[in-house]
């Protein structure tokens, strides 16, 4: 095309692509690229782009994979990819005469024919980013406790490059785990990188200390520990040791979940007044008599701190006062509970049960707008941006994988590599999970019903 600012014909050529850990063959198509025409553009996909396309694996972050390109200096233009039918819009917009890419995707982009020449180069052979991710973060990863999810664990970690399950300790009663090996804690600890720990909840708190102070990293369910004090420590171990210590609950790094922590972070529904968050299960409430002989979780072991996560993330933990309200059946075992929340200029509720069922929504009100989330809230991958003119709501929609747990596994591994995580759970969102379990537990200022 004649670029009008210069008056010389160029001929503009675009190729795309993730450009993870950049590598040989990624070298040898920019290059191929280059040699078709005058004027090179890239197009380096988002990392959101990327997760909804399914490819969640990716180690660099984006601003590292764009210097990557722009390192090859075979770039005369680097752009960033963010949706779908970008591509139309990119040929149009830049001029382009040739959409360049790898034989890989052989016959999918002939649709822009229409819109200018394509051609399909030869992929090299024998490298790519998955092998080199493969090769470099091979984390061996063992699976502690007893939790049923532990088999989804380890079902969605085999599609990852980069983890190997080595075993489980604790979960060995699990039919659907019975193909991985079965260790006391101190021999799977010996054997492994980094643990996955989803056991009782009273258990934790050593289990953590112990793998920390032997080197291996941590995620863990919430709470991790009981009472603020003994969640400080591990904390404070992990960083002493630059141990990589993360917060288990998957639903924090979803990608519809972190956005939309951002949008009201950003002021996008105005100032937040409000948080109400709702969660519970039926499941096993067939024998309601057996809970706590039967080991069966708690509303507040199984939904406490996913129902309060968001409260804490949104209007941070410097609350005036809090009221907890439980019906319990026994000592141990709390069938509902509702837990209010009064901040200087906001206030939020969690309601959580097990054997009682509500909307699991989740609801966060601003002075411009709302944001709602219908249930299951927690395994979030649509939610709405509501206005008082109905015309003006946004929808948003993320795919969500599986449960999610392979989201929370990818940013597990990402932080172990580069020492960087997706989510907004800081610390003192830990420390006051732990300190409400604390005063749960001891029936500390806990109305009964
Ligand atoms: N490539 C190659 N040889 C390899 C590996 C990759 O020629 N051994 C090419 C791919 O065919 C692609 C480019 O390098 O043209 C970038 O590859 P990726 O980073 O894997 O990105 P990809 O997922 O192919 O993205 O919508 C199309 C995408 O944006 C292309």
Redesign the pocket.
């Known amino acids: 095309m004649i670029d009008l600012q210069e008056g010389v014909f160029l001929k503009k050529v675009i190729?795309?692509?993730?450009?993870?850990m950049l590598?040989?063959?990624?070298l040898?198509?920019l290059k191929r690229a280059k040699e078709l025409g005058d004027y090179l553009i890239v197009?380096v996909?988002s990392d959101d782009f990327d997760s909804r396309?399914g490819?969640i694996n990716v180690q660099q972050s984006m601003m590292e994979r764009v210097e990557g390109v722009k390192e090859t200096g075979l770039a005369d233009q680097i752009i960033i990819?963010e949706y779908e039918g970008q591509?139309i819009d990119d040929i149009n917009r830049f001029g382009i005469d040739i959409f360049?890419?790898?034989?890989?995707?052989q016959g999918k982009?002939d649709y822009l024919s229409e819109f200018c020449k394509v051609i399909y180069?030869?992929?090299?052979?024998?490298?790519?980013?998955t092998k080199i991710r493969s090769k470099n973060n091979h984390l061996k990863l063992g699976l502690v406790g007893k939790a049923k999810r532990l088999w989804k664990v380890a079902n969605e970690a085999v599609s990852i490059n980069g983890i190997d399950i080595v075993g489980t300790s604790g979960a060995g009663y699990d039919r659907r785990l019975k193909k991985l090996n079965n260790y006391s804690f101190d021999q799977l600890i010996e054997r492994v990188d980094a643990v996955f720990i989803e056991s009782d909840v009273n258990n934790r708190y050593e289990q953590i200390k112990y793998s920390l102070e032997c080197g291996k990293h941590v995620l863990c369910d919430l709470p991790m520990a009981i009472g603020r004090r003994q969640q400080k420590e591990l904390l404070e171990i992990a960083q002493k040791k630059d141990i990589v210590l993360m917060s288990g609950i998957k639903t924090a790094y979803s990608t519809a979940y972190y956005r939309l922590i951002l949008m009201v972070k950003s002021g996008e529904i105005g100032k937040v007044l409000s948080v109400e968050t709702t969660c519970t299960s039926l499941s096993e409430s067939s024998k309601l008599s057996n809970y706590s002989e039967n080991n069966i979780w708690s509303a507040m072991d199984a939904w406490g701190a996913t129902a309060l996560m968001p409260i804490f993330q949104v209007l941070g933990t410097n609350y005036v006062n809090k009221t907890i309200i439980s019906k319990k059946i026994d000592s141990y075992f709390d069938l509902f509970t509702k837990m209010d929340f009064i901040y200087k200029d906001a206030v939020a509720t969690a309601k959580i049960g097990k054997g009682v069922k509500s909307e699991g929504e989740m609801i966060i009100s601003g002075t411009k707008g709302y944001i709602y989330v219908p249930a299951p809230w927690w395994k979030t991958d649509y939610f709405e941006i509501r206005y008082e003119d109905q015309n003006k709501n946004k929808r948003f929609f993320y795919e969500l994988e599986g449960e999610g747990f392979k989201y929370e596994l990818v940013n597990f591994l990402r932080a172990i590599n580069h020492r960087r995580t997706l989510s907004y759970t800081g610390n003192d969102v830990l420390e006051e999970i732990s300190q409400i379990y604390e005063e749960f537990y001891n029936r500390k200022g806990i109305i009964r019903i």
């Open positions: 190729t795309y692509g993730t450009f993870d590598h040989q063959g990624h040898n198509i197009g996909t396309r490819k990819e591509k360049a890419i790898g034989s890989d995707w982009f180069l030869e992929r090299t052979k024998g490298i790519s980013s």
